[in-house]
């Protein structure tokens, strides 16, 4: 698949792989287009975590980012999962029998979704039909439990003598965790502080939304768990859409009203029915485009809806999820 650069990537040290320092790299999992969706390795004395893996078409991407820093799949200590939606778990199976030494972290909760993806996958054909699933996330492997480590909150692991320590991240959803490295001071967040497209990086800085796709929106918990980041001061976050972001307090901020702006959209339609998702929908793109257009983003509305398309749909789903719940 063609790549296309942008000059703007001075840390680009190989195709779709850039380097952040501390031992941080990002990598463009190839996954829907470019830099939407990406996978983090750390590297510390030659030994490599992997953070967030793609689906199974990325594991090619894995290895050859792998040789570019001039080590090989059995450098990989730890195959490190934020949770087990199929855009950042679809891969670690996969990936996994490539990686003789490796072991697989995950949410307790995410754990037995690993090692039998069955109902996973049936819900990912349900949601998208099979032949969607099959041509987007290529299936899953089953992960052998002895390779499993659970992560429950105040969890570590060592990277070659590099403190990793997981906190519980509900918000998103309930397995989720946060991976805090303590020596780069930062903390990879999944899904959990929201969404922050490169192509929406304007005048006034990064734009930055939650994500609130199906079906385990909480927005207390995800507002606290933004807290806990922002109070914890890390030098950069890096979100798996897209990658590093240095304007924490910033970008919290932000995020801390808007779930609050998501939660209104959402109640303002809870008596329409069937209409519910699709008036949503409407509002969430209305409030999207002003908060992008007021932070300094010149593109058309048009290329503004092709980048946010997956984004608006799935978060106007997940907050008719949100309504049902409360109501259930």
Known sequence: ?????HHRNAN??????????????????????????????????????????????????????????????????????THVHLDHAGGAGA???????????????????????????????????PEVAQRDYGGLTPIDPSRIIETPEGSEISLAGRRIVFWDAPGHAKHHV???????????????????????????????????????FDPQAMKASITRVMQSTPKAVYLTHYAELRTVQEAGQFLLGQVDRYVEIAHRHADKGAQRGRAIE????????AEARAQGVTLSDAE?????DVDLRLNADGLVCYLDGLNA
């Open 95 to 129: 990936l996994l029998q490539q990686c003789p030494r490796a072991k697989v972290t995950v949410h307790p909760r995410g754990a037995r979704h690993m090692i039998d993806p069955s109902k996973l996958w049936e819900a990912v054909c349900q949601v998208y039909s």
């Open 282 to 289: 409407a509002d969430l793109q209305t409030l999207l485009f």
């Open 1 to 5: 698949m063609h790549m296309h650069h």
């Open 178 to 216: 946060f991976i805090v490295d303590t020596q780069s001071q930062s903390v990879f967040t999944g899904d959990t502080f929201g969404i922050s497209y490169r192509d929406l990086d304007a005048a006034q800085g990064p734009y930055i939304f939650a994500s609130c796709t199906p079906s385990q």
């Open 12 to 81: 680009e040290i190989a195709p779709g792989l850039r380097a952040f320092g501390q031992g941080i790299y990002g990598l463009d999992s190839r996954y829907t287009r470019h830099e939407f969706d990406a996978i983090h390795l750390m590297v510390e004395k030659g030994r490599v975590a992997v953070i967030d893996t793609g689906t199974q078409y990325s594991v090619p991407y894995v290895l050859d980012a792998l040789k570019a820093l001039g080590l090989g799949p059995e450098a990989v200590d730890f195959i490190v999962l």
């Open 304 to 308: 503004l809806r092709r980048l946010l």
